[in-house]
């Protein structure tokens, strides 16, 4: 528990930090994923396109945790198992507030507090993270992370309210996402009613094949494999790992890597594995081609 609480202190200081320094440095501050990074809301992928891709029903699958909402998607989508992991370990926290959110709250009460409005309509005035809604949700927090929240809930919760958070980087996705739907988010409930809480790993990405247990049918990585090969020399190397990720994947199994501008990244297609690509609609349409996946299959 003392640990916990020096997590929660890390996680406090960071965000005032942060704060201070966000006007000095936003690039910076925006960018960068470490321990005691920020969380992001909601996912901006395209999941609707990617259960287009990917079949994950009965398959034991390993995801980022990000924003939880791939955990999320991959357990409506019929999902055997999903382990999780991250560099940050703030994630954990946030996922499993959502996880939670899921189980005891009525769909317009998840919708205000995570997507700060009770409608998947266009709002004017959106209010996030409110913390009569959180009261609703603490009492069934397992105690570890029930402690964490009231720590920043105490502590900080001006950073959880204002738009402009430190603690959660506020990207609005243009993609409904399906659990979001009254049909879905009752068939969510119940799926989540029968698991237990998912299996969470501390580590980067280049770790993920020594400190997972594996095997998996699928593990999906995001887009993380941008920030840690960006380069021809870390491409030479990505190879390494790549071979490396084989040992983590079941004999038929494949990882899937997400791109926000899906015409930018044919170099990673010299592998032994066998490669498949998708292309779809981005949200950062105006920024980004269209986005894109890459669906790496054992041979």
Avoid at 106 to 112: D, G, Q, Y
Avoid at 158 to 187: E, H, M, R, V
Avoid at 239 to 244: I, P
Wanted: contains cysteine; proline residues 3%; charged residues 25%.
């Amino acid at each position: 528990m003392d640990k916990l609480v020096r997590s929660c202190k890390d996680a406090i200081r960071f965000m005032a930090l942060d704060q201070s320094l966000k006007a000095l440095d936003q690039i910076h501050i925006c960018s960068g994923f470490d321990k005691y990074s920020r969380v992001y809301r909601m996912t901006n992928e395209n999941l609707n396109a990617l259960n287009k891709i990917i079949d994950v029903k009965g398959k034991d699958v390993l995801t980022v945790c990000g924003s939880g909402d791939q955990y999320l998607n991959f357990i409506l989508r019929g999902a055997e198992n999903v382990d999780v992991f991250d560099i940050n370990v703030l994630t954990e926290y946030y996922l499993i507030l959502k996880i939670t959110a899921v189980l005891v709250l009525p769909l317009t009460e998840f919708r205000k507090f995570f997507i700060g409005c009770e409608t998947l309509r266009p709002c004017t005035e959106r209010s996030f993270f409110d913390s009569n809604i959180y009261s609703k949700i603490s009492p069934y927090l397992p105690p570890h992370v029930r402690m964490f929240w009231d720590i920043i809930y105490s502590e900080n919760e001006k950073s959880l309210t204002d738009y402009s958070s430190s603690f959660i980087n506020f990207i609005q996705s243009g993609f409904n996402f399906s659990y979001l739907l009254p049909g879905a988010y009752k068939k969510l409930q119940i799926l989540l009613e029968r698991k237990e809480l998912p299996k969470f790993y501390e580590c980067d990405l280049l770790d993920i094949a020594k400190v997972t247990k594996g095997p998996y049918d699928i593990a999906y990585f995001s887009n993380i494999f941008d920030y840690v090969y960006s380069d021809d020399i870390k491409l030479r190397e990505a190879k390494v790992f790549l071979e490396g990720i084989r040992n983590l994947l079941k004999t038929d199994g494949c990882f899937v890597n997400y791109e926000f501008d899906a015409l930018k990244n044919e170099k990673y297609l010299e592998t032994s594995f066998e490669i498949s690509t998708f292309t779809f609609e981005g949200q950062n349409s105006s920024i980004y081609f269209n986005d894109g996946a890459f669906v790496y299959r054992k041979k």
